[in-house]
Nanobody
């Protein structure tokens, strides 16, 4: 049974920082590309960041480049999203996702497994 469990969400003021974590279990973690997606009320789920299973390459949506950093720790089966300089428009539920060999492509919301999400709220 595969499980992805997010943590680290919360309420912060604009300009602040949060670090999200995702703990994976029940899968061969090193064989999965990992990603973060987010969904705001009334909007479609959108790609935020991803990290390759093979070479560690990272990918980001333009709106978070320079502010967010995705990383992974294969020994701990964890991924992280460091979010700095947060803006109110970053407010959303953030989801961790796993995609075997990155087979669906990094930026599409078609990954194999998904967590339940963690709420991030940025106030102005």
């Amino acid at each position: 049974q595969v499980q992805l469990v997010e943590s680290g969400g919360g309420l912060v003021q604009a300009g602040g920082s949060l670090r999200l974590s995702c703990a994976a279990s029940g899968l061969t973690f090193s064989s999965y590309g990992m990603g973060w997606f987010r969904q705001a009320p009334g909007k479609e789920r959108e790609f935020v960041a991803a990290i390759s299973w093979s070479d560690g390459n990272t990918y980001y949506v333009n709106s978070v480049k320079g502010r967010f950093t995705i990383s992974r720790d294969n020994a701990k089966k964890m991924i992280y999203l460091q979010m700095n300089s947060l803006k109110p428009e970053d407010t959303a539920v953030y989801y961790c996702a796993a995609d075997l060999f990155g087979r669906h492509g990094a930026t599409r919301p078609a990954y194999d497994y998904w967590g339940q999400g963690t709420q991030v709220t940025v106030s102005s």
